[in-house]
């Protein structure tokens, strides 16, 4: 998978806001490798990082007036944020080993 350049942005801020030292240094091994291709590891923090940030944006849009301009640019936010996150998801979840029955 492969984030776009707002995609891209909006996850490095929520791993610089939400993500713990790990899930930092796990970004920053991807976006210095210079490799176009999300790692199953990165994918996995980007989801963790955008999931935190989806839960405080929607916080703070119930505290806005749904009339606003404010609102509607995080309206926007949200829904991309949720769309990504729904991608990422999948990302992961395609690269979870399978277990066993029985």
Known sequence: MKLSPKA???VTE???AHGGRVARAIWT???TSGGAALPPPAAAVAHAALS???ER???TLQTLD???DAYADLSNDLLFIQAVGRDLR???LGHEPTKKAG
């Open 8 to 10: 891209h942005r909006f």
């Open 14 to 16: 929520a791993i610089a």
């Open 29 to 31: 091994d991807f976006e």
């Open 52 to 54: 935190s940030l989806e």
């Open 57 to 59: 944006l929607a916080e």
């Open 66 to 68: 749904a009339t606003s």
């Open 90 to 92: 999948r990302e992961v």
